[in-house]
């Protein structure tokens, strides 16, 4: 059952069919905390309405609300964890991008650069639905691993290994795509840090500040269920991908040291 992300913790509990006055009794009883009161709430939305690992989220990471998804990415659930938290931060960066993509097309000392601005402000808005997407795509890949590595060990099972070393790949394609995508968006962060609109100059930095972070967050996630996997040609693979990632990051890292002033 979808609930609309505008709604807040009340609606949802609503829908799911809570009864808040019992949530309350107890706080009471305990002493009266409103703190309490709210921390029982949120307890029992992580446990019964947002699924625990194994059962599917009964709400998609992006139609939460901030909070909800925050308390979950808090608990104790293996997923989500820093695979959507990388995809949250490349979401955010192509929210910006496109924020000052939009203000530059638009300002009066842009007119050089308004044509491009507005190309790269329907790149970042369908760039963050990707990102969006592939924090629930990380989930849900890190929970088919993590049922797999608690599965009972068959010693008949000859394909064990072989399994596990497809799903470590498996998980690892979510961060990679997030580190990949955004690696490839890096020119156009640069471009608007030449480029942009000066009134929202900080905004710009911040932007790719959050695009750097997302690549850097994305691929320790990568490396870790990287070293997983024994093919050799896959591991070269992912080497050379490290590479044009670091790559990425240390041209706009100088764009951001020496040519940017606030």
């Not at 790149?123 to 590595?149: C, H, P, T, V, Y």
């Amino acid at each position: 059952r979808d609930v609309a992300p505008s709604r807040g913790l009340g609606d949802v509990y609503k829908r799911q069919g809570v009864n808040i006055a019992n949530f309350r009794r107890k706080a009471l009883v305990r002493g009266g905390s409103l703190l309490l009161f709210l921390c029982l709430a949120r307890s029992y939305i992580i446990r019964r309405v947002i699924k625990p690992v194994g059962g599917p989220m009964s709400l998609k990471f992006h139609e939460m609300t901030i909070d909800a998804y925050l308390s979950v990415l808090g608990s104790t659930a293996p997923a989500p964890g820093g695979g959507a938290a990388a995809g949250l931060i490349g979401a955010q960066a192509c929210a910006l991008g496109e924020m000052v993509s939009r203000l530059s097309s638009s300002g009066k000392n842009t007119d050089d650069f308004r044509e491009k601005a507005e190309q790269y402000a329907v790149i970042f808005e369908s760039a963050r639905s990707i990102f969006l997407d592939l924090m629930d795509e990380d989930a849900k890949n890190f929970r088919e691993l993590m049922a797999l590595l608690q599965s009972p060990r068959d010693p008949a099972d000859m394909k064990r290994k072989e399994n596990l070393e497809a799903a470590f790949k498996k998980s690892a394609e979510a961060p990679y795509r997030m580190a990949d995508a955004m690696s490839e968006l890096l020119p156009a962060f640069t471009q608007l840090l030449l480029h942009c609109n000066k009134n929202v100059i900080t905004d710009t930095v911040i932007a790719a500040e959050e695009a750097v972070s997302c690549i850097r967050a994305a691929k320790l996630n990568v490396e870790i269920n990287a070293k997983y996997v024994k093919d050799e040609f896959y591991a070269r693979e992912m080497k050379d991908s490290y590479l044009t990632w670091e790559n990425a990051i240390s041209a706009i890292d100088a764009v951001l040291t020496y040519q940017v002033k606030l």
